[in-house]
């Protein structure tokens, strides 16, 4: 029965579609720079995080999405501010796989207490897809419909995305798109059938707040956020909190509408003295999903695993001199 259900979710979700939602993560508060070019360089340091989740235990070909990004900060003639980055995302989903490799690029204005952020990225796409289709008893017979290669087919195309970023030391507020230029995968691995699959554009909205408490026990922060995507076709909304305690470890809980109930956990090695100095910078998180959709009856969640890692960019002291007509 899982077999089946698999098959036929590949089948209309994947292969004869002109829309599908970007891969989908539950800490999707670490994962802003794949999604919004415009966050390049506003962490005032030097990071790369890696995020690997496994949705929907329990299937056989079930989404597996690996997403390492990377960036940091930098001045041109010392005047203007600017950010770098680098994205790598590949995802797995029964015989369909992906990769998408883009750098970005971002300028940062400073408004009031705040600064704006505007940031493109650039690079390819790639798709493919594995002919070896197997019906519900496990053998492969080929099949009549064009739209559905017997054989191996995929192309790979240039990508596109943007972004508006707006932070302050406990405000951040992004939107941004991608896949603007919307690239087209085609190919004809045969005469007796196509692939052809169209990526359309993906617009992300996303806002968090950091809210500092004192306890009696200890420092608290509490981190609400929002995360909403959509791509004009089907929208997908999280509400996340996490609390941080002490600057150590965190826990929270997030919402996804009509989908899933996560529960995250991680923990902060920045004032651990057991730990070696070159890794107290190290950021390591977990997160679960209990699905609430009509998959739960055959879903054991979804896992996932996040590592960052966060090299404080630290300015030399400049040297000023005071003359003063009393003293020569």
């Known amino acids: 029965m899982k077999k089946i259900l698999l098959v036929a979710f590949v089948v209309v979700s994947c292969v004869g579609v002109n829309a599908q939602q970007d891969p989908q993560f ?9 999604v919004n070019p415009g966050f390049a360089g506003s962490n005032g340091s030097i990071c790369g995080t890696l995020i690997n989740r496994e949705q929907w235990m329990g299937f056989e070909g079930n989404p597996k ?6 960036d940091g900060g930098f001045k041109v003639r010392q005047k203007y501010q600017m950010g770098g980055g680098l994205s790598i995302m590949q995802d797995e989903l029964g015989p369909i796989k992906s990769l998408n490799v883009k750098l970005a690029a971002s300028y940062h204005h400073r408004i009031q207490q705040g600064v704006l952020a505007i940031g493109l990225d650039f690079g ?3 798709q493919s897809i594995n002919g070896e289709w197997r019906t519900s008893s496990g053998n492969f017979d080929g099949t ?3 739209s559905i290669p017997n054989s191996e087919a995929g192309k790979t ?5 943007g972004g508006l970023y707006y932070y302050t030391k406990d405000l951040y507020v992004g939107i941004s798109s991608t896949h603007l230029n919307q690239p087209t995968i085609s190919d004809k691995p045969d ?3 196509a692939y052809n699959y169209e990526q359309v554009r993906h617009y992300y909205v996303m ?3 950091n809210y500092p408490l004192s306890v009696g026990f200890g420092e608290l922060e509490l981190q609400p956020s929002i995360f909403a995507k959509t791509d004009g076709v089907s929208t997908q909304l999280d509400l996340n909190t996490n609390v941080l305690y002490n600057n150590l470890v965190w826990a929270g809980v997030s919402y996804r509408l009509e989908d899933a109930v996560s529960f995250l956990a991680g923990v902060k090695l920045e004032d651990i003295g057991m730990v070696p100095a070159e890794l107290q910078p190290l950021q390591i998180g977990l997160a679960y999903d209990f699905t609430t959709s009509e998959l739960s009856n055959h879903s054991d969640g979804s896992m996932e695993f996040m590592l960052r890692y966060c090299y404080k960019i630290s300015k030399a002291l400049k040297i000023e001199r005071y003359k003063s007509v009393r003293f020569l």
């Open 207 to 209: 806002a968090g707040y």
């Open 144 to 146: 009549e419909d064009p």
């Open 157 to 161: 195309s240039f990508d596109l995305g």
């Open 26 to 34: 539950t800490q999707n508060m670490f994962n802003r720079l794949y």
């Open 191 to 193: 005469e007796q059938s």
């Open 124 to 126: 390819i796409f790639n």
């Open 65 to 70: 999405t690996t997403v390492f990004s990377a």
